[in-house]
Structure formats: structure tokens, C-alpha cells
């Protein structure tokens, strides 16, 4: 691997071997080595979207698929286009799977591992720090798909043994990167979700011990509860420590969203997003430990005045990050074209092929991100207005009722059925089809989203020059 110059946490500060400051500015590889539904099309979570592939594909059409995925989605040619824009980070969120199946608890998976070294090393070729990021964990640390959860409860902080295979796991992952500097640090639990606020904190003061033990010089980011929006859980930052508030603004994620403007009875402009900002680092600028970005970004809906509204949004986000020295994340790289720099082409094989069950999706709404109940209101607003009179003060950890509703009908009760529905999209397939299906997802088979990307390179551009 190239070598890169080693980081550390300087006070408020990243800093390399000389002393000079380092901010990480670059992109979340969502979609990986942890699968998202809205960004590869898929209906409810990756384990039933792999069910289902390999029922409609066989084993020998998904393994060919889901090899040529992970080698194609992102490769040299991927690092390379991030470094002409100006990145100099990769976040890599990947999923326990690829390295612990969950009938042998405890057995890693070499292939997992091999996966991992495949990105640090495309990365570190061209100049890109890689942040490991646990994306899902056995149990859940969350509420939502992302995490691969087919519930609605995070059994994660309920069970001591999910956790002893987290930090057995992150014992592996330090063990084999203690000596890599173009891994710039550990990100163990993306958006943990701890409804009792009692286990997070003891939980990270034993992970955090633990890494240390094996690895002493990576700089740990760490993710706050509720979604990295709560940090009540840290009375002293740790040592070495980077924290990471997740920023996505409301008008950047709703489809009636406007900016600057109104959105959903909110006056969002410039002032109300530093002062979220403000807000949600609180805890960072107090203890005048680093600030982290980790996950932010809108998502793109094709109505040229809304997405000409989020790339406004998105500016002044990276402009108010610029002003208070803030690391950051982008969210997402590649898609199939709702959030990502980059998206599959709508003439892909792949997207040709999902086509009938994408409208489907949009149609019911069961896309957790970037998904709208719009047209199963007559679904949703009998079961609201039943809550609402039966159970009025239910309001459910993390976002209240009406969310709550919304994932058990739409990203689960519909979704189930609809992963079904979406494998049924590649019966017929051979094994040569099926790997290139996942071709499309190739760097020279993909289309850069032009105007995001100039928006990036401006900031990166201006940052670059502090």
C-alpha cells in the first residue's frame, strides 16, 4: 500500500506527522460492502434481497453476481475520480456478514477481510484515508434497514453476546490494520440507536479499551446514540477520539422540501442550518475535541428546481463545515441515482432490468430514504388517525409515531413481499447475465452527477487552501 502520513487527534485538530492540520473531506461508500435498498434498488433489507437472488439466480448466478458487484462497484478507477475531485477520505461502512456468519458466532471470515484491503488499497494508491466503518451489526445497533434489521427493534443492546462479537470483531480489525496509516481510524457503530441510553455508554468504554489494547495510535470516530445526534453518553471525550454528528437536513430529504423556504411548517435558510450545525456539535466544540461530518447529504428527485434547491442547501452545508474547521462525509458515492456523486445509467442492464419493481417501490412508498406515502394515503391516514385517538401520547423511540407507522407498513410490511417481487426480475438469468448485471455498476458504465460534482470540487477547491 502507499504510504500515507500517519494521523492523530491534536487537540480540536486532525494533524499528520508534521504537525500539519488534516481535515477529511470525501464520501461514504455506502452500498458496498454493506447494501442499502434505495441505493441499488433492492425492497427491504440486504439479507432478504440476498435470499431472494440467490432463490431466482442459484448459487452459481449469485456468486457471480454478488463477486463482480464487489470487485466493479468500487475499484482503482472509482479512488482515482475522487482524487481529481479533491478527496482525501473514503468512509467504508461494511456489514458483520462478510465476516461472521450467525451460526458460527466468532469464526471470521478470511473473505471479509480480503474485501476490506481491497478498497484501503485502491484508496491509498491515490491518496485517500479510509475510515473503517461497522455499518451493521449482529442484532442491530439500530432501528431501520441499513442496519439489515427485518424489525423494528434493535435487539443489539438487549443482548450481551451481539456485543461480545462486535468487539471481537474490532479486536480482528485493529489487530490487522494497527500497523496501516492510510487507515486513518475506526468508526465501530454507525448510527447506534440505544432506546434506554444505559448500555451505549459502558458498551463503547469496553469497546474503546479494548481496540486500545491491540491498536494505540488509530484515531477512533465515533458515532453519538439516537442516531448520531445524542452524545450525552460521553462525559470525558477518550483519548485519540474524533466525534461524529450526522447532519442531513430536513428540506435536502423531503420531497416537498424547499430551500430556502418552508418545508413541512419549518423556515430552513442558511442561519437555521448553522445553527442545527451548532447544535448537534455541541458536545465537540465544548470539550475541543474534533468535529466530524459523517454522514450528510440530499437526495435528487429529477424536478430540476428542487435539486437545484438541494445543491444550495449542500453549499452552504460544506460552507458552514469550511468556516468551523469540520471534517466531513458525503453520503452517498454511487446509487442508482436518488443521492450519489455517481449512479448507474438509467439504461443499464441492471436498471433496465428492475425497472417495473423501482416503480413499484416508488409507488408504495417502501423506501425508508427517499421514499413518500403519497400515494398509499388511503393506507396510512386511517391507521394515523387510529393512533391518534386510541394511543395519543405513543410516541416510540427514535422519531415518534407517525415514523414509527410508516416503517412497520411501508419498510416492512410491504417491503417483505416486495423482495420477492424484485428477485423475480432476474428468473432467466444465467451466470454470465447476472455478473453483468452487476457490471453496471462500474466506474466507465456509471454517469457522474455533474453539478454535485462541481459543487464538491469548489469546496474542496477552497478548503484545500486553508
Known amino acids: 500500500?502507499?504510504?500515507?502520513?500517519?494521523?492523530?487527534?491534536?487537540?480540536?485538530?486532525?494533524?499528520?506527522?508534521?504537525?500539519?492540520?488534516?481535515?477529511l473531506r470525501g464520501v461514504g461508500l455506502g452500498g458496498w460492502?454493506?447494501?442499502?435498498?434505495?441505493?441499488?434498488?433492492?425492497?427491504?433489507?440486504?439479507?432478504?434481497?440476498?435470499?431472494?437472488?440467490?432463490?431466482?439466480?442459484?448459487?452459481?448466478?449469485?456468486a457471480r453476481f454478488f463477486d463482480r458487484f464487489l470487485d466493479d462497484f468500487f475499484a482503482d478507477a472509482d479512488a482515482a475520480f475522487l482524487a481529481r475531485l479533491g478527496a482525501n477520505a473514503v468512509r467504508i461502512p461494511f456489514g458483520y456478514r462478510h465476516f461472521e456468519d450467525d451460526d458460527r458466532p466468532f469464526e471470521?471470515?478470511?473473505?471479509?477481510?480480503?474485501?476490506?484491503?481491497?478498497?484501503?488499497?485502491?484508496?491509498?494508491?491515490?491518496?485517500?484515508?479510509?475510515?473503517?466503518?461497522?455499518?451493521?451489526?449482529?442484532?442491530?445497533?439500530?432501528?431501520?434497514?441499513?442496519?439489515?434489521?427485518?424489525?423494528?427493534?434493535?435487539?443489539?443492546?438487549?443482548?450481551?453476546?451481539?456485543?461480545?462479537?462486535?468487539?471481537?470483531?474490532?479486536?480482528?480489525?485493529?489487530?490487522?490494520?494497527?500497523?496501516?496509516p492510510a487507515v486513518a481510524g475506526y468508526n465501530p457503530l454507525n448510527e447506534p440507536a440505544d432506546p434506554s441510553g444505559e448500555v451505549i455508554g459502558p458498551f463503547y468504554s469496553r469497546l474503546e479499551a479494548a481496540i486500545r489494547a491491540v491498536d494505540p495510535r488509530h484515531v477512533l470516530f465515533l458515532d453519538g446514540n439516537r442516531y448520531s445526534t445524542d452524545f450525552s453518553m460521553f462525559a470525558e471525550p477518550f483519548p485519540g477520539a474524533v466525534y461524529t454528528a450526522h447532519d442531513y437536513a430536513l428540506p435536502g430529504i423531503a420531497r416537498d422540501g424547499a430551500y430556502p423556504g418552508t418545508t413541512r411548517g419549518e423556515w430552513f435558510d442558511r442561519d437555521v442550518l448553522e445553527q442545527t450545525f451548532l447544535r448537534r456539535t455541541e458536545f465537540m466544540r465544548r470539550t475541543g475535541t474534533p468535529i466530524w461530518i459523517g454522514e450528510f447529504g440530499p437526495i435528487y428527485t429529477g424536478d430540476r428546481d428542487r435539486d437545484d434547491a438541494c445543491l444550495r442547501l449542500l453549499a452552504d452545508q460544506l460552507a458552514i463545515y469550511d468556516e468551523h474547521g469540520a471534517s466531513w462525509s458525503l453520503w452517498t458515492y454511487k446509487d442508482v441515482g436518488l443521492q450519489g456523486l455517481v449512479h448507474a445509467r438509467a439504461d443499464s442492464p441492471y436498471l433496465r432490468r428492475i425497472a417495473p419493481e423501482l416503480e413499484r417501490k416508488n409507488r408504495l412508498g417502501t423506501d425508508s430514504w427517499g421514499g413518500t406515502d403519497r400515494h398509499i394515503r388511503a393506507v396510512m391516514e386511517p391507521i394515523e388517525k387510529l393512533f391518534d385517538r386510541e394511543f395519543p401520547d405513543f410516541a416510540p423511540y427514535p422519531w415518534g409515531r407517525r415514523a414509527w407507522l410508516g416503517l412497520l407498513v411501508r419498510n416492512i410490511l410491504l417491503a417483505e413481499p416486495m423482495a420477492e417481487?424484485?428477485?423475480?426480475?432476474?428468473?432467466?438469468?444465467?451466470?454470465?447475465?447476472?455478473?453483468?448485471?452487476?457490471?453496471?455498476?462500474?466506474?466507465?458504465?456509471?454517469?457522474?452527477r455533474d453539478e454535485l460534482a462541481a459543487v464538491l470540487r469548489t469546496s474542496l477547491g477552497q478548503a484545500s487552501s486553508l
Open 1 to 23: 500500500m502507499t504510504t500515507l502520513p500517519w494521523l492523530r487527534v491534536e487537540g480540536s485538530r486532525l494533524a499528520d506527522e508534521r504537525g500539519r492540520t488534516v481535515r
Open 33 to 62: 460492502m454493506n447494501m442499502e435498498n434505495f441505493i441499488t434498488g433492492y425492497a427491504g433489507t440486504e439479507s432478504q434481497h440476498r435470499a431472494a437472488l440467490r432463490a431466482a439466480l442459484g448459487p452459481d448466478g449469485y
Open 108 to 180: 471470521l471470515k478470511e473473505s471479509g477481510f480480503r474485501r476490506l484491503d481491497q478498497a484501503v488499497r485502491a484508496c491509498a494508491r491515490h491518496g485517500l484515508y479510509a475510515i473503517l466503518d461497522l455499518h451493521a451489526a449482529p442484532g442491530y445497533q439500530n432501528q431501520n434497514w441499513h442496519s439489515d434489521n427485518p424489525t423494528h427493534q434493535a435487539f443489539f443492546w438487549q443482548h450481551r453476546h451481539f456485543q461480545d462479537r462486535v468487539v471481537h470483531l474490532w479486536e480482528a480489525l485493529a489487530d490487522r490494520y494497527r500497523d496501516e
Open 421 to 448: 417481487r424484485f428477485a423475480g426480475c432476474f428468473d432467466g438469468a444465467s451466470p454470465d447475465e447476472a455478473a453483468e448485471l452487476a457490471a453496471s455498476f462500474a466506474f466507465d458504465a456509471c454517469v457522474v
